[in-house]
């Protein structure tokens, strides 16, 4: 069974750059056919889909998001990482890592999830 982890600084300040890595387990992220995403729910909102990147490396990115963010990969520790720059305190919200067979998943009845880590932007 694959279990996903999500780590990183809980606290941000405003117009530096977030970095979140995202631990797989019971999985190889070079497994065929599956996407590996970051989803973000900001306080009081519904999921927002960030981006995914797949099994060869290829990567995708919402439009909206596209300017600021970069998912990358390790795949000698079969993590997968999400870079967000010059954030705001727009940005705080609980961010997800997840796996499923489709690159855009904004809903938590689908795919395998991560617990999410909560990430706040502020001075």
């Known amino acids: 069974q694959v279990q996903l982890q999500e780590s990183g600084p809980g606290l941000v300040k405003p117009l530096q750059t977030l970095s979140l890595t995202c631990t797989v387990s019971?999985?190889?992220?070079?497994?065929?056919?599956?996407?590996w995403s970051w989803t973000r729910q900001p306080p009081g909102k519904g999921l927002e889909w960030m981006g995914a990147i797949d099994s060869s490396g290829s990567t995708y990115y919402s439009p909206s998001l596209k300017s600021r963010t970069s998912i990358s990969r390790d795949t000698s520790k079969n993590q997968f990482t999400l870079q967000l720059s010059s954030v705001t305190p727009e940005d705080t919200a609980v961010y997800y890592c997840?796996?499923?067979?489709?690159?855009?998943?904004?809903?938590?009845?689908?795919?395998?999830w991560g617990q999410g880590t909560q990430v706040t932007v502020s001075s």
């Open positions: 019971g999985d190889s992220i070079t497994s065929n056919y599956y996407y």
């Open positions: 997840a796996r499923d067979l489709r690159v855009h998943i904004t809903t938590m009845n689908i795919g395998s």
